[in-house]
C-alpha cells in the first residue's frame, strides 16, 4: 500500500477511483511531496504526464529526485502560485485531469485555484477536488480551515464543471470528481 497525506490514504487506490489510464495528461497542482504526482506517473505510464506544481521549489525537487530514481521519466515540475490566472504556463485545454488534493483549505481564494484547474481542462476532463472532511476529527486542521462537501461543488460548478461522483476518501477527506462538458 501506498499512503498519501499522513498516512491515512492508499494513494493507489484514490488514482484507480479516479479512472486515471496509460496516456492521460495529467495535473497534480499543489502536489506538496508528490505522493499523488508519483502515482499519476506510474498509472498514466510512459506515453502520459503529470505536471507536478507547487508554489515552493524544495517539495518540486523532493518531486523531481524521487521520480528520477523510480525511472518515472514523465513528470515535469512547474513553480507556479496557483492563485494567479495562468501561472502554471500550462496550455488552456490541454489536460484529461486537474488534481487538487489537501491544497483548498490553505488558501482563502479557492475560486482562483478552481478556476486554474478547470481552465487547463480539455473538454470532457475531470477535476478532482480533495480535502479535509468538514466535521472530521482527531486528525488534520482546525475544523473551521475545512469546506463543506456542498460548498466546493457551488465553487467547482461556478467554473463550468458538473458534478459527476464522490470517491471514499475514508474517515478524513472527500474526493469530489467533476467533467468538464
Known sequence: MVTGPGG???????????GVTPGMHTADLGCGSGYFSLELARAVGPTGSVAAVDVMQEPLQSVQTKSEAMGLGNIRTIRADLEVAGSTGIADRTLDLSLLA?????????????????????????????????GAKGFGPPDDFRTAKEEFQRLAEEQGVKFEREVDGGPFYIVLIFVKP
Open 102 to 134: 489537501n491544497v483548498l483549505f490553505q488558501s482563502q481564494k479557492k475560486e482562483d485555484i478552481i478556476r486554474e484547474a478547470v481552465r487547463i481542462l480539455k473538454q470532457g476532463g475531470k477535476l478532482v477536488i480533495m480535502d479535509w472532511k468538514k
Open 8 to 18: 491515512f490514504l492508499d494513494t493507489r487506490k484514490v488514482v484507480a477511483a479516479l
